[in-house]
T-cell receptor, first 117, second 112 residues
Framework: GAVVSQHPSRVICKSGTSVKIECRSL??????MFWYRQFPKQSLMLMAT?????????EQGVEKDKFLINHASLTLSTLTVTSAHPEDSSFYIC?????????????FGPGTRLTVT | AQSVTQLDSQVPVFEEAPVELRCNYS??????LFWYVQYPNQGLQLLLK??????LVESINGFEAEFNKSQTSFHLRKPSVHISDTAEYFC??????????FGQGTELSVKP
């Protein structure tokens, strides 16, 4: 149980275009989903926290207009990188939380490798 | 504010040797501590966690970690590593609202 999927696993896009990444909780309802960014050989940096039906909360320094997050249902959150540039190339990982009584318990997706050319 | 420091960025070790991956944290409140493992181009998998109770926690694949409050540490150990243990390991602390704060990661490289 507690499986989280991401789609696509890899995406290459041209500079200036937008790309959407999906994060789905397959066998549970996620009260909260988190989006992380990971640069090569570095740690995960939390970008934003999203709750179903409400606006995402972005971490300091993350451009909300560039990284659009939508959490339309209890099983789906999307991250759209708008007007992508090569510096947006990174590994994006989502996680999902099912139980507010255990806020620390997150289940991670397999990640999406974004390459902007 | 909470933070996590992993003292070693890379740990090379021979197969069947013991290994320790070090993790120190800082927090002004009670913490939950975690170790995650990441294989190349994959997401994170929870290895083990400390929530409360016994300070020694174990995983199903032979890893263990000990919560030491006085030293603010949560080091990960395995008495005998395998080639398949080669991966990146992240220590994390649960912060406000359940946010996870990760350390910089330790690359464990097991050589035959």
């Amino acid at each position: 149980g507690a499986v989280v999927s991401q789609h696509p696993s890899r995406v290459i896009c041209k500079s200036g275009t937008s790309v959407k990444i999906e994060c789905r909780s397959l066998d549970f309802q996620a009260t909260t989903m988190f989006w992380y960014r990971q640069f090569p050989k570095q740690s995960l940096m939390l970008m934003a926290t999203s709750n179903e039906g409400s606006k995402a909360t972005y971490e300091q320094g993350v451009e909300k207009d560039k990284f659009l997050i939508n959490h339309a249902s209890l099983t789906l959150s999307t991250l759209t990188v708008t007007s992508a540039h090569p510096e947006d190339s990174s590994f994006y990982i989502c996680s999902a939380r099912m139980d507010l009584r255990r806020p620390y318990e997150q289940y991670f997706g397999p990640g999406t490798r974004l390459t902007v050319t | 504010a909470q933070s996590v420091t992993q003292l070693d960025s890379q740990v090379p070790v021979f197969e069947e040797a013991p290994v320790e991956l070090r993790c120190n944290y800082s927090s002004s409140v009670s913490v939950y501590l975690f170790w995650y493992v990441q294989y190349p181009n994959q997401g994170l998998q929870l290895l083990l966690k400390y929530l409360s109770g016994s300070t020694l926690v174990e995983s199903i694949n032979g890893f263990e970690a000990e919560f030491n409050k006085s030293q603010t540490s949560f080091h990960l150990r395995k008495p005998s590593v395998h080639i398949s243990d080669t991966a990146e390991y992240f220590c994390a602390v649960s912060g406000q609202g359940g946010k996870l704060i990760f350390g910089q990661g330790t690359e464990l490289s097991v050589k035959p």
